[in-house]
């Protein structure tokens, strides 16, 4: 299930997830974990992280019951600024996007390799400059931890 607009209210977001769990009900799960975040290539949650489990906590999955959720709650572990302050928060672009998963790709694939090269690199293929560059990866970055 998606949001597509900025800013989303925390009553959005929670509204998202209970219709996530709606649809998970009677299918025998122990538990859920709903990352919540902007971009689906965000590598960590921008938004929020909830857990439905037995009173709202992850590690007693195993002591609930899968076929009725009885005594299970939701519980936010994880909540960004930006959904209560949108306006603190700068929206990456597509731009950014593709030189942030580009950096990402270049820098675990080679560890040897520095970032000052990477950047270098990215430039010089979009046609950017160094400092263009490193400011759109790191949009994504300010972003996601907002």
């Given at each position: 299930?998606?949001?597509?607009?900025?800013?989303?209210t925390?009553?959005?977001?929670?509204?998202?997830?209970?219709?996530?769990?709606?649809?998970?009900?009677?299918?025998?799960w122990?538990?859920?974990?709903?990352?919540?975040?902007y971009?689906?290539?965000?590598?960590?949650?921008?938004?929020?992280?909830?857990?439905?489990?037995?009173?709202?906590?992850?590690?007693?999955?195993a002591?609930?019951?899968?076929?009725?959720?009885?005594?299970?709650?939701?519980?936010?572990?994880?909540?960004?600024?930006?959904?209560?302050?949108?306006?603190?928060?700068?929206?990456?672009?597509?731009?950014?996007?593709?030189?942030?998963?580009?950096?990402?790709?270049?820098?675990?694939?080679?560890?040897?390799?520095?970032?000052?090269?990477?950047?270098a690199?990215?430039?010089?293929?979009?046609?950017?400059?160094?400092?263009?560059?490193?400011?759109?990866?790191?949009?994504v970055?300010?972003?996601?931890?907002?």
């Open positions: 299930m998606e949001l597509r607009v900025y800013p989303v925390g009553a959005e977001v929670s509204d998202v997830v209970a219709r996530i769990v709606e649809s998970h009900r009677g299918q025998g122990q538990a859920l974990s709903i990352v919540v975040t971009d689906r290539r965000e590598v960590v949650p921008s938004y929020a992280v909830y857990e439905w489990a037995p009173a709202g906590r992850w590690s007693d999955a002591k609930g019951d899968a076929s009725s959720w009885r005594g299970y709650r939701l519980h936010q572990t994880v909540v960004r600024d930006k959904l209560a302050q949108p306006n603190d928060c700068t929206v990456p672009t597509e731009q950014a996007y593709v030189l942030n998963t580009e950096f990402n790709q270049a820098t675990e694939d080679n560890v040897d390799v520095s970032e000052a090269t990477v950047l690199k990215i430039a010089k293929q979009h046609h950017i400059s160094t400092a263009r560059a490193e400011k759109l990866v790191l949009t970055e300010d972003w996601t931890m907002c």
